[in-house]
């Protein structure tokens, strides 16, 4: 498998990058590369033979500018490619994880990567992080061997809650993120899946700025509809209740089981209680402690403009190219009012006629957490997209 490891000793962050196929390791030139790493593809894949490049590459101010080749980039509202005169000052922008077919010309750093490249960008919803897409874009890229997979920690998520932002915490502002990271990877994405919160995400991130996108782009929107949020039935979660909740308990916890029996006390499924202490990491080597990894007020925010924004109009009247999917759960009833299938179905025949597309998806057999509750069928769906 492809693999990153550390140079054991050496007092930085430099990795040796390598390839093992059949119990043979090939080894590309060594050459020093400032990148928050993991070391390999995971299960279930692990002892497959087919070689995925898997890069988790936090952005630091000393190896962003390995981001940009020869101090180029993507301009954002225009397809031009312009040059940055000091590429040592590109800002930092969002953590995130590239996952590579094996057919995607290997590559040891971004730098040379390339805009014709099939690229996807896959996108969490409130309180998640990119890891919650891991599992399943390896397994798209195993099955899809030509595309790579962008997976991005939102702001105030994860391993991006570190890095500063500006302006407001808002849908807007974080497909604007996003839309940024793509420019400045110099990728062009055909492909955006968005769950939940993330599906309005990729909504904005396409009413926003579509030209670093590709043409036709295909958006998929996972259990979110355009417009207001509605929060989940009895056994559903409850996004905002549960934002409150976790507000409430100490920026440091001495144990993860704790706070998973005070969620299931305060009446939050044991489902939900289990994968929010994922977000929980040592405070640090000499600590027992736990401390949170996503930056709660910012969250609060988002979630609140998640609720307010209404991206109907953009729907309603979806410009030419650009295909726009809804995945409605089957079991995910309270989120979807009976007059959100009749807009969406409307849509559909409108798109139709003008060039556009919007279509509508059941996932059986699954709750909001489409890519838990059925992900074979969830991948069923999504497959067409890729061929």
Known sequence: MAGVSTFP???CSCYRTSFTIRGRELRPSVRALRLSATSKVSRPFEEDMFPLSRFSLSNSRKASHKLVHSGIHMALVDERLVRSKDVSNLPQILAYELVQGALVKWSSNVENLKPDIPTAVLLHGILGGRKNWG????????????????????????????????????VASAALDVLKLVGQLRVTPRILVGHSFGGKVALSMVEQAAKPLARPVKVWVLD???????????????????????????????????????????????????WVVTNLRPTDSS????????????????YKSYEETNLWKFVEDVPRGVHINFLKAERSLHRWALGDLQRIHAAEEQAADEGGGVQMHVLEDAGHWVHADNPDGLFRILSPSFQ
């Open 135 to 170: 599992s399943f874009a390896r397994r798209l890229a195993q099955e899809f061997p030509m595309w790579q997979f962008l997976l991005v920690d939102l702001r105030c998520h994860g391993d991006s809650t570190s890095i500063m932002k500006r302006g407001p915490n808002t």
């Open 9 to 11: 000793g050496c007092g």
């Open 287 to 302: 600590s027992s402690s736990f401390s949170w990894v996503f930056d709660l007020k910012g969250i609060a925010e988002m």
């Open 224 to 274: 979110a509809t355009p417009g207001k949020v509605r929060p989940g039935g009895d056994g559903e979660d409850h996004p905002g209740e549960l934002i409150a909740f976790l507000s409430t308990l100490p920026k440091q916890v001495a144990s993860k089981r704790d706070v998973v029996s005070a969620l299931i006390k305060e009446g939050f499924s044991k489902d939900v209680a289990q």
